[in-house]
Each structure stands twice: as C-alpha cells, then as structure tokens.
C-alpha cells in the first residue's frame, strides 16, 4: 500500500471524528485503539493522540486538527475558535424500544432486519452472536501451514472471472498482499456475486483453506467481508451472528454498533443492591461486551449475566403463574417418636440419601407453605418408602393421603408396597382402579369420604367427582407426565401438599427449569446388595450370540425382554409398528424354539397390556417382545435379560430406563444393546450405557448430546430455546437465578414494589419467550 493510501484510509476515521464532535464513539474501542493499529508509520500521529480518551472535548478537536495537518490532511472548517469552541451537546438517548430503523441501516434494512425477528433497538441488541473470532492479531502469509484454515486481512490488489472450459465452473479469483507485502490468490467457486463485492485498493477480512502447489497460493475462501472503517472487523475479539439473505457480517455487526451508540445508556431491569450483593455486571455493561468484547474476562462477565437474566425470567414466570411461590398449604406436626416408630418398621436400613431425602420433604411438611416437590431417584433406590414414610406422617396428623399412578399395574405395586409399609403400623390403606366392579367402587368412595380410609392408591379413578375427600392432606404423583394438567389439578383441589415423583434420571440443570415451579430432592444412592445389571454392547454381526445367551438363561429358569425398534408414533405407522411386533416375535420364537413368546404392540388397549404383563408377571410365558417402551416401574422378578434391538434408536435415558426393567428379583441381571448403525458416533453414545449403570450420569450425557428438545416429554414441555444458557454446565447459575426467583417473590408475591416496577416490565417484555411446565 503506497503512504498516500495509509494516510487516506487513517485520515477517513480522524475527519469522521472532528466532524461528530470528537466524542470519541466512532471507533469501537476508542479512536486510540485505532491509531496504534493504522498510524506506525507516522510515529507522530501516535503520539500527538495518545491518551485522546481522557482529554476534553475541545482539546480532543485541537489534536485532531494537528493530526491531520501533519498528515497534509486539510481539516474542516472549525465551528468556532478552540478556545472558546462550546461543548457539543449529546443527542438525546434513543429509548431501548423505538423502532430499529431509528439508526442508519442503508437499502432494505429495515427488511432484513425484520426477516432476523429484529423490529426494535431492544430486539437488536439481544440478538445475540452465535460465536467470537480472536481477531486481535491475525497472521501473516508466510505464518500460513499448507493444508490448514486461516482467517487472514489482506488488501486486493486485482480480481478477475474465469469459466472453465470443461467442467463450466465459474471461479472468481483476487489478488490479495499482506501488510508485508507477501501475495497469494483467493479463489471462489460457483459465486458471482463476489466480483461486485470485491474493490481493489480494499481491505478484507478472509477465512478459507490455505494450499501451496509449487510456487503457487491459493485460499480456497470459505468467508470473507470487507473490514469496514469503524474497525469492527479486525484487530479485536470479533461477533460473528446467524446472517439471514441479502446481508453481510459487516452490516449486522455496523448496525449493533450503532444501535449501542444510539443508546447512552441501557436501563437494567434488576435492582443495583441486588447485581452488587450477586457480583453481576450491569445489563449496558454486558449487552455492549457481549457484541464487541475488549477481552476475555469481559466477555465471561457479560455472558453471567445475561444467562443469569435467561433463567431468573423463566423461573419467575414459571412461580408466578404456578402461584407457589405463595400458596399456603397444609401444616404438618412431625413427631420425632412417630418417625422412628415407622423406620424401626421397615425390613430394612435405609440408605443415607433415603435420610437426607425425606428430612427435605418433612421440612416443607411442617411449613405452612404448600409443598411441591420432586423426587427423583434411580429405579430401585427406595422411592416408595420415603413416600411411605411421608404418607405415615400424614395419616398421625388424622389427613388423608393419595397416590396417583399412571397405569393399574403401577398401582397395584404401589398398593403392595404401601400397604406392607403401612398396614402393620395400624394406617388404612385402600386400591382404586377403572377395572373394579360398581359395587366395589361405590364402597370405596363411601369409606373414602367417610374417613375411614388413610391412604389412596389409584390410577385416573382417583379423580373422578366421585371421589370425595374428607381431608387430604398429601397427594404423590407418580410419574406425573403421564397426567394431563387438569387432571393433576382434580386431585390437588383443597391445597394438600404435592410430591411428584419419578424414575427417569433428569439432569439437576434441567429438573430447576422444567420443573420449575418444584423443589428437587435425588435419592443418589442404591440401597447395598443391589447387583448392577451388566451391559454389552453388540453389532449386528453378533446378534445371535444374545439370543444363545438368551436361551441359556430361559433354560435356567429366567424371564428375557426383547425391545424393538423405536418407531415414530402416527396413525400411519401404527400398522408399522404392530407387523415390526409380530415379525420380530415370530423371529425370536424361531431362534427359541424351547421358549414361549407373547407381544405387546401400540394397538393393545391399555388393559391388554396390563393383562399381558400380569400374564408374564406370573411366568405364564419366557419371552416378551415389545415395540412400546415398557411401563416404566413395572416389577417383573423374573426378568433377567433385556436385549434391545437397534438400540441406537433410543435416547440414552430412555436406555437406561429400560435396562432398569430386569434384575428385580435380586439375582444378576443383564442388558444386551443391539447396534443397526455403527458408525464411530453412535457406537461411542451407545458405550456410555454399557460402561455406567449411574442414571443421573447417563441423562447428563445425554442432554449435552441431544439437548434438552430431544429429550423424551421435554418438547412438549413448553421449555424455552434458551440463547445463551447452557443446561449441561450452568448449574450454578441456574440454582442461583432460582433462588433470587423465589427470595424476590417471597418479600413481594405480585412485583408490586417500586424496586421491582422494571423487572416486572422486563418479565412482561420476555413473556413470549418464557416457557412453562405447570406441576401444581
């Protein structure tokens, strides 16, 4: 570049300021950041500007004028003498909200902003970037490795347009030189529309593969856009957005930076007691980093923040609609003689999360706020005698108790075990289900309304209006996304205290957000002598291996699952699924000869299935082939082996969950994983099973592969996109913004406050965009 160019391209930026009132904002950064990176050839300019930023204004215009008449640079005209120049004023703040054609956008702006989702400044700048690229020192040509990627900012020096003859490819070509001087060329393919976006004596910023053949350069160009003179570009930690049609990174990033000049400064919706007491950086301090960060660290302290911002919107959005953040509920007495009356009963010691786990929810029982609570515990870690425990405690404070399962089968185990917990300690215990005659039903109603009946245990029945209440005091839900909203909320009408439990392992990160409007307690520990079911994963190419191993253990006496295939539930493909059923079944029947096989299939009616996994219950047949996930706590003792044939169908915690099916009798139990696909990836997904057996493990890995949308129940959760939160290593962030959530809504339920008007308008504001998952 000749020096009449350098002082050209420095001199543009320094007349830009001069004329803006020299307020030091037309350069992201700073106007001396800028200087050190253009100005080494004129050592004077540098110095003449050197701490530009901490100068008044008035003596900032002096300078500038000398600058440029070092640089022969004619200023422009002074408003008035230096001396006596007044002070320019500030143009008024742009409000957060105003439209965002409110800044210079250029031709088709407005549109394609409005094709981002972008009508305000506000919108705008919470359009975040998807990424950051270190542009602070890029490298040279001759630092280039052959064969590697590299971004690069060079200067075009030519550029040309060839079809070749052959193959009629197009390719457009640039010369491009360094600030060396080094050359090499940039090459694209099958793109036109470069050319007119290439001008020679520019400098562009090129991301591409660098290739040497001989004494020839070349970078096959992947990106490119030009550097722009506000510097936003290069020489600094660069944004790089999603880009809709029609627009270049260069543009989007220009017009974020004018929107943050725009607005002086951007209100914050949290309290200032509030940031200060948490150590969170202001919302202007975190949107203006986040776009154009001036190091690391503040690019870290403005991602805190803002993902603190995502989950405390979702988390008071989820209490306040939910109203558990105020709802008073029962009040409990829990006496020490009545606790240990009940675990002095119990055929076993229970472990120490079993402890920890219900010293948590006899706390919230003694509260006069209602409880709501998860329980969560891996299939076979004592749930149902913390429940146990909890229900006792009600039934000695003369309330009722219900628990509320998906499926009669799952009740029936429950009113096993509760009544063998129970029943010898004098607390009443009663089953109810669609299946029982009239007759029979209408005698449990009686007692149930009369009181004579402590605990409940059912399936839907429990909620039919003829079910009268004479005081409930604690409802369980097992399993409860199997419920509908409003048929939990028939069972917790007159406010009892709620615990939800379930089997399948859900992430700490994800239960704070789906279940919101729930405390979570995890009984992380496997009551001792509990074997570990040994997994093994399989090919194709060893299938039959697991069907000899599953003829061995038929032979000795033991039970085998065989899951098929994972298929899409759809009227179309429910004839899909029952021909998978029966030629799946009728290919294990032939490879087990010895062995008797049944099916269960999506077009059983509910009944059907109950019947048939009471029938293999009972050992009335070896083999069960299913192409519906099995009941989740289904109790077969006899099982002892599940092969799951093209296992990579499922999701990991889906996985788990069924390999928690076998091994219920107490004996060594087994899961065979059968691979259709073994590719490198899934093969390593799969392996996670076969080497841990720990679920809450297995569901943290399979959020960080899938993500919270894939995971079985959450799609349907009404479970936000979330920006920048990241449910797999935001934990702590998470359960800080929950609890500020709750602390907030405690000293003031409805944001009625004075200190809590913005934060309720923001709340108002991000309303769309806040999902929900209504428990109770």
């Known amino acids: 570049m000749t020096r009449r160019e350098l002082i050209q391209r420095l001199a543009r930026p320094l007349e830009r300021e001069l004329a803006t009132g020299c307020r030091d904002r037309v350069v992201a950064g700073g106007l001396e950041k800028l200087v050190h990176n253009l100005a080494r050839p004129f050592p004077e300019v540098i110095e003449l500007l050197e701490g530009y930023a901490a100068l008044e204004p008035d003596a900032r215009c002096a300078r500038l004028r000398e600058a440029l008449a070092r640089l022969g640079v004619a200023a422009a005209p002074a408003r008035a003498p230096a001396k006596t120049q007044a002070p320019v004023e500030e143009p008024p703040a742009t409000e957060l909200d105003a439209p965002v054609d409110a800044i210079p956008l250029g031709p088709g702006g407005p549109q394609k902003m409005r094709s981002l989702g972008v009508r305000t400044l506000r919108d705008l700048l919470f359009y975040y970037p998807r990424r950051h690229e270190d542009r602070r020192t890029l490298p040279g040509f001759a630092a280039l490795a052959p064969g590697a990627k590299a971004t690069v900012v060079a200067t075009v020096l030519s550029k040309s347009q060839v079809k070749t003859p052959r193959k009629k490819m197009l390719i457009t070509q640039a010369r491009l030189a360094d600030d060396r001087g080094h050359k090499l060329t940039a090459v694209w393919f099958n793109q036109p529309w470069v050319m007119g976006q290439l001008r020679e004596g520019e400098k562009i910023v090129v991301t591409g593969r660098y290739t040497v053949r001989g004494r020839v350069r070349n970078l096959a160009v992947e990106y490119f856009e030009a550097e722009g003179g506000e510097q936003l570009s290069t020489g600094r930690i660069v944004p790089v957005y999603s880009l809709g049609e029609r627009m270049s990174q260069a543009w989007l990033r220009r017009s974020v930076w004018r929107a943050l000049e725009a607005i002086k ?14 150590g969170l950086a202001d919302l202007d301090f975190a949107l203006r980093q986040i776009h154009f960060p001036e190091s690391e660290q503040h690019l870290a302290r403005a991602l805190e ?62 509260s006069e706020r209602q409880m709501a609570r998860l329980l969560q515990g891996d299939v076979g870690s004592g749930k149902t005698a913390v429940a146990a425990a909890a229900l006792y405690v009600a039934a000695r404070n003369q309330k009722q108790g219900a628990l509320m399962a998906p499926t009669e089968i799952l009740a029936k185990q429950h009113f096993a075990n509760l009544t063998r917990y129970l029943w010898p300690l004098g607390v009443r215990v009663e089953l109810l289900t669609g299946s029982m005659k009239a007759g029979e039903k209408k005698r449990v109603y009686a007692r149930i309304e009369s009181g004579e009946v402590d605990v409940v245990v059912g399936t839907h029945a429990l909620i ?38 379930t089997a399948t392992p859900i992430p700490r990160s994800l239960a704070l957000t789906l279940y919101g409007d729930l405390e979570v307690s995890v009984i992380d520990e496997m009551p001792p002598g509990r074997k570990p079911v040994k997994t093994r994963l399989l090919t194709q190419r060893s299938r039959k291996d697991a069907y000899a191993f599953a003829r061995k253990l038929i032979g000795e006496g033991h039970q085998v699952f065989v899951v098929a295939p994972l298929i899409e539930e759809s009227d179309a493909e429910v004839m899909a699924e029952v021909r998978a059923a029966t030629e799946l079944a009728g290919e294990v029947a032939a490879m087990l000869p010895e062995a008797r096989v049944e099916v269960l299939h999506g077009r059983m009616k509910a009944e059907e299935k109950d019947a048939l996994m009471e029938r293999f219950r009972n050992r009335d047949f070896d083999v069960l082939v299913s192409t519906t996930v099995i009941e989740v706590g289904v109790d077969i003792p006899g099982a002892n082996l599940m092969i799951i044939e093209n296992a990579e169908r499922f999701g990991l915690a889906q996985l788990h969950q069924l390999r928690g099916r076998v091994g219920r009798g107490g004996e060594q139990a087994y899961c065979i994983l059968i691979a259709g696909d073994t590719s490198r990836k899934t093969m390593q997904r799969l392996r996670v099973i076969e080497k841990s057996t720990d679920g809450f493990y297995v569901a943290e890995q399979d959020l960080k592969l899938r993500g919270p949308g894939e995971l079985r129940g959450t799609r349907q959760s009404g479970l936000p996109d979330l920006q920048l939160g990241d449910l797999t290593s935001d934990v702590e962030i998470i359960e800080s913004a929950r609890s500020t959530a709750k602390r907030i809504l405690e000293a003031d339920p409805y944001l009625t406050e004075p200190e809590h008007q913005a934060l309720k308008r923001e709340l108002q504001l991000r309303g769309e965009a806040v999902g929900l998952r209504e428990i109770i």
Do not use: N, Y
Not at 265 to 278: H, S
């Open 464 to 501: 039919q209006k003829e079910v009268r209440f004479r005081e409930l005091g604690l409802a369980v839900i097992d399993e409860e996304h199997r419920f509908g909203v409003m048929q939990r909320r028939a069972l917790l009408q007159g406010r009892p205290d709620v615990l939800v439990m």
């Open 265 to 278: 400064e951007v209100p914050d919706p949290l309290p200032e007691e509030l940031r200060q007491e948490l």
């Open 305 to 366: 923040r803002l993902k603190f911002d995502e989950f405390l919107f979702l988390e008071l959005r989820v209490l306040l609609t939910s109203g558990a953040s105020a709802l008073v509920g029962q009040i409990f007495e829990v006496r020490e003689e009545d606790l240990c009356t009940f675990l002095d009963a119990l055929p076993f010691e229970p472990t120490a999360a079993q402890r920890r786990v219900l010293d948590e929810i006899l706390a919230d029982m003694r």
